[in-house]
């Protein structure tokens, strides 16, 4: 799918809001990837609501982990 800068904008937009309300989050000590846990628990309900059929949406969320996955393993300071 091809974005207008608008619609570009407005995905950064809502990604920083996200990250903040992570933040915000963290900060009364629930660990991150509790946060994490939950946010993928959400989306993912999100996701079987909003998309045509149960396979667009279970191709959406496993396209999406695996886009997640190889761009945390890139950026990784787990180790």
Known sequence: MQLSENQKEALNSFEEALLGSIENVS?????PYEVA????????????EMAPSVEVARE???VSVEAGLETSELECCCE
């Open 27 to 31: 900060e009364s000590g629930v660990p």
């Open 37 to 48: 846990y939950r946010a993928i628990q959400l989306f993912s309900r999100m996701t079987f």
């Open 60 to 62: 959406t969320i496993e």
